[in-house]
């Protein structure tokens, strides 16, 4: 009889995705950083510009930390372990009679 062996979690890839993710919300929260109106650049001050350059680099880093975690996620359903049911299908009723 085989038993199912869970896998290892990945422990690198997962301390990485914490640190992007870490760096994302520390930066915006951090406000002794950008709490000051100089330097002003096209007449706004630095914690405007400060908190809108924030903006793209939190979704590239997010985007990242998917990266970095989706291989897993692919392996998974691959392998036949948590397969999801298609849109509007319950899982119930992926296996055959609708």
Known sequence: MTHYRPRRPRTAAWVAVTILLVVAVAG?????????????????????WYQLLWVPVVGILAGIAYLIIRPADAEAAAAGRGDPAPPGVSPDDAEGAI
């Open 28 to 48: 915006t929260l951090a406000v002794p950083i950008y709490a000051r109106s100089t330097p002003a650049l096209v007449d706004f001050p630095f914690f405007y």
